[in-house]
């Protein structure tokens, strides 16, 4: 405790007489001044205690003493000091009465007892408190440090809401609570999830108070949150909140530092571990691609569980050409960073996803393109797909157009498969990802692929092109004016060969269309005959229909 008033004038040596303000001496005195100005304020900073003589008061005065007074305790001075026997032999009543009035504590120093004693026992109780204060604080480094060791986390975090005498929580990269102590807490953190992803977009490290009188915006909490952002890279992975009843004290706040630094610590072995099991990853995922699902499950082990058995899905993302990712869709799902790096954002959601459902996920960077294996309809295959969602709903355009640039991200999504079929799976999701960069989409399941039709993916420069090329000679003939040839191609390959019908559907005599699509054979150079040809030639027609 720092030292009081009331502590002063229980000090045996000093022999200090309370003359005013006995209901206020629990107040800590920060320091001892003496001034003998008649207006000291400008030179107060509060928390004082102010030691005079009268030496330049009128202290018999009633008026002028109560405007000394009143503007002493406007600027915080906790508490008044006079010497009698110096210039009076006893406290003026006109001083005692404004003491008083306004509530300031007034102590009536003997000739005796210099002031000197008195600013010497100030400062000697405030370093033993400081002593106190880092004795305490180093203690509980100690403790921590303990408990980091020998429970993780989970119990550095119980031992810091012991010492502080309050809550503690850890977040995770997306925001999300990963532990908390006491259990109760649990759901208090979870209603910081919006100000932990706010204190992210700062560099660390970072800090903020939320809740208590610091923090208006948060009047329904009644405690003070602090938050800190961990860990020592520009954009930081994971945040500790810490909830108590008033502001921490000298040493709750070095228990609060030794937390930060101790989860930093942790954070950041975390991360080369991390850069080991990505190490780890892409090699387990070339075995599965080069048909070796044997040897994979040796090197996992028990990484995984049983990911590599149950069905899985791959999914291929890569950063498209277009500028970067739109700000944030919506309410519901979060777009982490992905301005700045779209596949990181990406492997953030499905990791996050992924442990708080507690399933097993492959996450492997290759440069500009991000490979994911996830179990088949898990929590992080519908993370994807919602985040996928929330990037084209954040789009200007309400619709996307084939051949355009997707913003910051194209996804390709594999059907359910195995662990045999793991090369299988990642064709189709490549698959999926060139069809997802043509229409202008962010994200193409497989299976979607099969369901629709074939005709959406004839709207690609290089099929119109040859098209076009194929179709030209005919377009050219029908420019001169002599004859349809491309419309009467396109009524007989409708009616499948069959003569009658097409040339009634062109209003012709059928011998006019069998000398037609002879001229076409003549000037194509091909056979209608061959199933081929006529597969190519309807493909052009169908891919120049729009001209």
């Given amino acids: ?83 009698v026997g110096v210039n009076y032999d006893e406290i003026p009543e006109a001083l ?26 100030v400062s000697a109780a405030i370093a033993a408190d400081q002593y106190r204060a880092v004795t305490a604080g180093f203690a509980a480094q100690r403790e921590l440090t303990r408990k980091a060791l020998t429970d993780g986390p989970e119990g550095l975090l119980a031992a810091l809401a012991a010492q502080v005498d309050g809550w503690a929580a850890l977040y995770d990269a997306s925001g999300a609570v990963v532990a908390a102590a006491p259990e109760w807490a649990g759901r208090r953190a979870a209603r910081l999830t919006a100000d932990v992803q ?33 860990g020592t890279s520009r954009r930081p992975r994971s945040a500790l909140a810490v909830g108590t009843a008033a502001a921490p004290g000298t040493a709750e706040r070095y228990a609060v530092h030794s937390a930060i630094a101790l989860l930093t610590l942790t954070t950041e072995r975390s991360r080369s571990l991390h850069e080991a099991g990505l190490r780890i990853d892409a090699a387990v995922l070339r075995m599965l691609l080069a048909g070796e699902p044997d040897h994979a499950r040796t090197v996992a082990g028990d990484l995984y569980g049983g990911l590599l058995d149950a069905p899985f899905r791959i999914i291929v993302a890569e950063r498209a050409s277009g500028s970067a990712a739109r700000a944030h869709a919506g309410p519901q799902t979060r777009v ?27 996450v492997v960077p290759e440069g500009e393109r991000l490979v994911v294996l996830a179990t088949d309809r898990g929590a992080a295959v519908a993370a994807c797909a919602e985040y996928a969602t929330a990037l084209e709903t ?48 962010v994200c193409v399941e497989h299976e979607h692929l099969a369901a629709g039709s074939v ?44 003569w009658d019908a097409a040339a009634a559907d062109l209003g012709v005599h059928r011998h006019t269309l069998r000398y037609r699509m002879r001229r076409v054979e003549e000037i194509l150079g091909r056979s209608l005959d061959d199933p081929d040809v006529r597969m190519e030639l309807w493909l052009a027609l169908k891919a120049t229909s729009t001209d």
Avoid at 1 to 8: E, G, I, Q, V
Avoid at 43 to 64: C, Q, R, S, W
């Fill in 1 to 83: 405790m720092p030292p009081t008033l009331a502590s002063l004038v229980h000090h045996s040596a000093l022999k200090l007489t309370v003359r005013a303000g006995e209901d206020r001496l629990d107040v800590p005195v920060r320091w001892a001044h003496v001034s003998e100005l008649a207006d000291p304020v400008p030179y107060m900073e509060g928390g004082e205690l102010l030691l005079i003589t009268a030496l330049k008061l009128d202290a018999g005065d009633p008026e002028a003493m109560h405007r000394y007074v009143k503007r002493l305790a406007g600027a915080g001075v906790v508490g008044l000091g006079f010497a």
């Fill in 96 to 121: 005692v009465e404004a003491a008083r009035g306004e509530g300031l504590p007034l102590l009536e120093v003997p000739r005796r007892t210099p002031f000197l004693a008195i600013s010497k026992a």
């Fill in 198 to 230: 706010r204190l992210r977009e700062r560099p660390a490290p970072a800090s903020s108070v939320v809740g208590g009188a610091e923090s208006p915006d948060h009047p329904e909490n009644a405690d003070r949150v602090e938050l800190h952002s961990l």
């Fill in 336 to 362: 982490p960073d992905a301005d700045a790096d779209p596949l990181g954002a990406l492997a953030e959601v499905v990791e996050s996803a992924a442990a708080r459902s507690g399933e097993a996920v492959l």
């Fill in 394 to 441: 954040a789009r200007p355009a309400p619709e996307p157009t084939p051949n355009a640039d997707v913003d910051g991200l194209v996804v390709g999504l594999s059907a359910p498969s195995g662990p045999i079929a793991a090369s299988t799976a990642y064709k189709q999701a490549e698959q999926a990802l060139s069809v997802a960069r043509r229409r202008g989409r």
């Fill in 455 to 498: 005709l959406p993916l004839l709207a690609d420069d290089a099929v119109r092109a040859f098209a076009d090329g194929l179709l030209r000679a005919l377009r050219d003939h029908d420019a001169t004016g002599r004859g349809d040839l491309v419309a009467s191609l396109r009524a007989w390959l409708s009616r499948h060969g069959q």
